[in-house]
C-alpha cells in the first residue's frame, strides 16, 4: 500500500487519465446522473486536504526567504493578473458554456499552494521564497478568492459571496488546524525524522481524494460529454492560452524587475500554476457538475505544461534572466 502511495504521488497525471477514462464509460453503464455525490465530495476534500496541510510546515516561514518584491509580485499575478485573464477568456472564448467558463474564473481566482513549493525545488527556484509565497496564498484564499469569484463569475451563476468564503475557511483552516496539530504530535512522539520520512506519503493520500472526485464527478456528466466531444477541445484550448498568456507576462515582469532565474521562475510558476484540491473542493461542493468535469480534466494538462515549462522552457529562461 504504501508503495502505491508513492506511485500516485509520482504518476498522478497517468491515474487521474485512466480515472477520467473510467468514470466516461461507468456513466454510459450506470445513472450517475441523479446520483447525490455531495457526501463522497466533503470526504473526498478532507482527503485531498487534511495530509497537505498536515506537510504544509507553516512554521518554517518565519527561518525563509523575505524578498518581498518577489513575494508581493508573485502573488499580485497568482490572483489578480490570473484572475484578468480568466475573465478575459470566460467572456470570450467561454462566453456561450457558462458551467466551463466558471471552471476559469476558479483556476485564475484560486492560486497555486503547496505544489509551488515542490516544483520550484524541480525547477532549481528559491524554495524559501517559494514557501513564503504559498503560506501566503493559502491564508488569502478565503478572503480574496470569493470576492474574484463573485466578480468575474457572476454573470454565469448566482454566487452567494458569503457562502463561497465560509466554504473556503472552512475548508482551509480547519484542515490546516487538524494538520498543524497532528504534526506537532508526531514529531513530539517520534521526532522530527520520523515526521520526514512518513511526510513523502502524505501527497499520496491527497491524490486519493483527487481521484474520487474525479471519477464521481466525470461519471455523472458522462452522457452530456460523450454527446458533445468538442467540449474536450474548448477546455483544452483555452487552459492552453491561459497558461501560455500567464507564462509570457510573467516572464515579462520578471525582466522588467530584473529578477534572476531562481526568483523569476518561482514568479512564473506562482502565475501560471493554480491549486487542484482546493478549486476541485469548492466546485464540487457549490458548482454545477460540468464545472467539476472542466476542473477534472485540468490536473493532466496543468502537470505536463509545468513539466514542458521546467525541463523546456527552463534552460532558455535561465539564459534570459540570468
Not at 85 to 91: E, Y
Not at 136 to 156: E, K, M, Q
Request: with cysteine; glycine share 6%; aromatic share 12%.
Amino acid at each position: 500500500m504504501i508503495e502505491i502511495l508513492l506511485h500516485i504521488k509520482r504518476r498522478l497525471y497517468i491515474y487521474v487519465s485512466l480515472i477520467f477514462i473510467l468514470a466516461l464509460i461507468a456513466g454510459q453503464l450506470w445513472d450517475f446522473e441523479h446520483m447525490n455525490i455531495m457526501p463522497i465530495s466533503v470526504l473526498a476534500v478532507f482527503i485531498m486536504l487534511y495530509p497537505m496541510l498536515t506537510g504544509m510546515e507553516i512554521e518554517k516561514v518565519k527561518k525563509a526567504g523575505r524578498n518581498y518584491r518577489l513575494i508581493i509580485t508573485t502573488l499580485i499575478f497568482a490572483y489578480f493578473i490570473a484572475s484578468l485573464t480568466a475573465f478575459i477568456l470566460s467572456r470570450t472564448v467561454l462566453v456561450d458554456y457558462p458551467e466551463l467558463a466558471l471552471a476559469l474564473v476558479l483556476v485564475g481566482a484560486i492560486p497555486c499552494s503547496n505544489m509551488l513549493i515542490g516544483w520550484s525545488g524541480i525547477a532549481d527556484a528559491s524554495v524559501p521564497d517559494a514557501l513564503v509565497i504559498a503560506v501566503a496564498g493559502l491564508l488569502l484564499i478565503p478572503f480574496i478568492s470569493p470576492i474574484l469569484i463573485f466578480i468575474n463569475g457572476g454573470i454565469f451563476a448566482k454566487i452567494n459571496i458569503l457562502q463561497i468564503a465560509f466554504i473556503l475557511l472552512l475548508y482551509i483552516l480547519v484542515p490546516l488546524a487538524i494538520g498543524t496539530a497532528t504534526r506537532r504530535i508526531i514529531i513530539r512522539k517520534k521526532g522530527r525524522e520520523y515526521f520526514m520520512d512518513i511526510k513523502k506519503y502524505f501527497p499520496g493520500i491527497s491524490a486519493i481524494g483527487i481521484l474520487l472526485i474525479v471519477f464521481f464527478s466525470v461519471a455523472k456528466v458522462s452522457p452530456k460529454v460523450i454527446a458533445t466531444p468538442e467540449i474536450f477541445i474548448l477546455i483544452l484550448f483555452t487552459l492552453l492560452i491561459y497558461y501560455v498568456i500567464q507564462t509570457a507576462l510573467s516572464i515579462i515582469a520578471a525582466k522588467i524587475m530584473r529578477f534572476n532565474y531562481s526568483q523569476g521562475m518561482v514568479l512564473i510558476l506562482g502565475a501560471t500554476a493554480s491549486s487542484q484540491a482546493i478549486s476541485l473542493s469548492l466546485a464540487a461542493t457549490v458548482f454545477p457538475a460540468m464545472t467539476v468535469f472542466a476542473l477534472s480534466f485540468k490536473p493532466v494538462i496543468q502537470v505536463f505544461y509545468v513539466m514542458t515549462l521546467i525541463y523546456g522552457l527552463g534552460p532558455r529562461l535561465k539564459k534570459i534572466l540570468g
